[in-house]
């Protein structure tokens, strides 16, 4: 079974610039999420998408951050203008139907590793 | 609102020693545990997981972890590392149960020397 796929793994940009990051889910999984990963720090939850539906975006600078998940499959992941302080690892998760008590379970990509400079 | 401390950024063991990972919780409910696993270079995989069925709970690669509620605790072992076990290790909590809303503590680095 393929696992959770993300692109690019690294990207090197200069601050105002804007990037793109791709993810495709396990194949059935309806609940999508996104996380950044500062270094040294846990992940923390940017945006939830259960189908193509946002379930949670309360974390998501959406000054900044924008995302979505056409047809309720692959999810794109923008920032527009960046920040030195959005270096980070953009994880991708799914999971099954999360309101499955016990479910709990996230499968992660490898994440996109992003450096503004 | 749920949280978790994890104690120590960074632990170092012998192989063949004893792991403990500590881990302590903060939540207003019944709280839902979870140990992840993070190789370098790769995504977060779940070791195991506490939804009040058994307070000691065993996951993957010989790792366990025991919920004690009164120490409001749920401490990750292995009776005897090994060098595969290097990796940052996340204590997450959740008031769901589910896959959502995972709040994630800030990471322990686990080494492992000959």
């Known amino acids: 079974e393929a696992g959770v796929a993300q692109s690019p793994r690294y990207k090197i940009i200069e601050k105002r610039q804007s990037v793109a990051f791709w993810c495709n889910p396990i194949?059935?999984?309806?609940?999508l999420y996104w996380y950044q990963q500062i270094l040294g720090q846990g992940p923390k939850l940017l945006i939830q998408?259960?189908?193509?539906?946002?379930?949670?975006d309360s974390q998501l600078p959406k000054d900044r951050f924008s995302a979505e998940r056409l047809k309720g499959v692959d999810s794109t992941l923008k920032i527009q203008p960046a920040k030195l302080e959005d270096s980070a690892v953009y994880l991708c998760?799914?999971?099954?139907?999360?309101?499955?008590?016990?479910?709990?379970?996230?499968?992660f990509g490898e994440g996109s590793r992003l450096t503004v400079l | 609102a749920q949280s978790v401390t994890q104690l120590g950024s960074h632990v170092s063991v012998s192989e063949g020693a004893l792991v403990l990972l500590r881990c302590n919780y903060s939540s207003s409910v019944p709280p839902y545990l979870f140990w992840y696993v993070q190789y370098p270079n790769q995504g977060l995989q779940l070791l195991l997981k506490?939804?009040?069925?058994?307070?000691l709970v065993k996951g993957i690669n010989g790792f366990e972890a025991e919920f004690k509620k009164s120490e409001t605790s749920f401490h990750l072992t292995k009776p005897s590392a090994h060098m595969s076990d290097a990796a940052e290790y996340f204590c997450?909590?959740?008031?769901?149960?589910?896959?959502?809303?995972?709040?994630f503590g800030t990471g322990t680095r686990l080494q492992v020397t000959l």
């Open positions: 506490y939804t009040s069925a058994a307070t």
């Open positions: 997450a909590v959740s008031k769901t149960g589910t896959a959502s809303k995972l709040t």
């Open positions: 998408f259960q189908n193509n539906g946002v379930v949670d």
């Open positions: 194949s059935g999984h309806a609940t």
């Open positions: 998760a799914s999971s099954l139907d999360p309101t499955s008590v016990g479910a709990g379970e996230l499968f």
